[in-house]
């Protein structure tokens, strides 16, 4: 593995502080966070490095992703971040039996829904009641006019892939709640983004 594979997405540099302080509420103070969709792996590396109390888990099913997030692990050398994990949220099963806290950045509206059910149904397995799944992306809301960059996004994300396309907040929270969680409040985020926190029941 050499420090080539590190990947880097301008928006991670962008918007890891924010949601960082959003993590810092929500996210229980030790144990196992798993996150979901790594992608460059930037987001795990910043993360682990500032709540050195929990163990990061880092998973992409993106072969060329988990490779980027292991190379991102090598050169900062994080004690509290594990290698990469081959995991899709739409499996059936997935290579984790539990974790304190699931973490989940920019997916929901760059995949087909079936993520987003894997998603929550991984969720509700995997945590205990009380403990937290950490949604941050670009919703649509009921009553809400799409914000025109979004609105762009979404046609852009669509014209890509149909099965693409920023989710309504209620729809996602419908499908978790199905899961036994409930949405516990949303976070108004810069760029028009939302962070948003489930709690299992
Ligand atoms: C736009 S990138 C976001 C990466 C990173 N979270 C970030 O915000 O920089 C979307 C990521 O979702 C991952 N992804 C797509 N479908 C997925 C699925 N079914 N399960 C888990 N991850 C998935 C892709 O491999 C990609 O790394």
């Known amino acids: 593995m050499t420090q080539d594979a590190r990947r880097q997405a301008p928006a991670a540099a962008r918007n890891r502080d924010p949601i960082l302080a959003v993590l810092r509420e929500a996210l229980p103070p030790s144990g196992l966070v798993l996150e979901l969709a790594s992608g460059t792996g930037e987001h795990a590396v910043h993360f682990a490095k500032a709540l050195p109390g929990v163990l990061w888990q880092p998973s992409d099913p993106d072969a060329g992703a988990r490779e980027s997030i292991a190379a991102w692990r090598e050169a900062e050398a994080l004690p509290n971040l594990l290698p990469p994990l081959a995991l899709d ?41 009380g403990h937290p799944l950490v949604l941050y992306g670009p919703y649509r809301r009921a009553g809400h006019p799409i914000e025109p960059g979004n609105q762009a996004f979404d046609e852009d994300l669509k014209r890509r892939d149909p099965r693409w396309g920023l989710r309504f907040l209620e729809e996602v929270s419908a499908c978790a709640l199905e899961q036994g969680l409930v949405l516990e409040r949303f976070v108004e985020m810069p760029a028009n983004n939302l962070t948003v926190i489930f709690r299992k029941r």
């Open 89 to 129: 949220a739409a499996a059936q099963s997935w290579p984790v039996a539990a974790a304190d806290a699931i973490v989940c950045i920019n997916m929901i509206h760059i995949s087909p829904w079936e993520s987003t059910e894997g998603l929550m149904a991984g969720a509700g397995r995997l945590l205990a009641p």
